[in-house]
Structures are given as structure tokens and as C-alpha cells.
Nanobody, 124 residues
Framework: QVQLVESGGGLVQAGDSLRLSCAAS????????MGWFRQAPGKEREFVAV????????WHADSVKGRFTISRDSAKNTVSLQMNSVKPEDTAVYYC?????????????????WGKGTLVTVSS
């Protein structure tokens, strides 16, 4: 089993920066893809960003491209999401996820493990 714990959420103003972190424990995550998804009130959970185990490949949703950056430290089993120039529409619960099949997974069905989420609220 894998446990994922997110941290770093909070209330920020539009244009601010925020950094989310996710700590993984329970087993080695070799070859796992690690990603961030988010879910706004009344909406479905959506893909934000994903990084391969090696950290060499990333993919970001068009809505956050150029503003958010995903990274991981495989030695420490952590993954981060640097959020710059946040907008009110970025308000959501952000979830960390891990996918066993690796690669650039961009669907919720492709992930095997989920954290409980951290709330990000962006005020205008």
C-alpha cells in the first residue's frame, strides 16, 4: 500500500504563488508516475500535471501550462507543484496521485493511489 499526504494549501490572492507538496510512504515508488489533480465545487476531478518516476518527463494541463510546474524528488519520495500567478478559477481541492503503470498518466482511472487532498482558495 501507498500513503500519500498533501500539504501547502491555503487562502491566497490572485497573482500570488503557492507550493504544494506530497509525501509518499508505504512502499517504493519505482516506475510510478506521480501527478496532481484538482476538483472544484460541483465539478469533476480534473488532471493538472504529471511527472515520470525519473522526473525527466512532465505534462501539464493547458489551463495551468506556463504557471504551474510539477517536480519530484525520487530519493525522498516527494512530489511538488509550484503554482505561480494563481487565478480564482484555480480554486479547488488538489489531490496527489500515484500510478503504477508509469508514463504520463492524465486520467483519474490511470492512478492507483490518492491522497486526501489539500484545499487551495484563490480570492480575486
Amino acid at each position: 500500500q501507498v500513503q500519500l499526504v498533501e500539504s501547502g494549501g491555503g487562502l491566497v490572492q490572485a497573482g500570488d504563488s503557492l507550493r504544494l507538496s506530497c509525501a509518499a510512504s508505504g512502499r517504493t515508488l519505482s516506475n510510478y508516475a506521480m501527478g496532481w489533480f484538482r476538483q472544484a465545487p460541483g465539478k469533476e476531478r480534473e488532471f493538472v500535471a504529471v511527472v515520470t518516476w525519473s522526473g525527466g518527463l512532465t505534462w501539464h494541463a493547458d489551463s495551468v501550462k506556463g504557471r504551474f510546474t510539477i517536480s519530484r524528488d525520487s530519493a525522498k519520495n516527494t512530489v511538488s507543484l509550484q503554482m505561480n500567478s494563481v487565478k480564482p478559477e484555480d480554486t479547488a481541492v488538489y489531490y496527489c496521485a500515484a500510478g503504477a503503470r508509469g508514463g504520463l498518466i492524465r486520467t483519474t482511472n490511470g492512478m492507483n493511489y490518492w491522497g486526501k487532498g489539500t484545499l487551495v482558495t484563490v480570492s480575486s
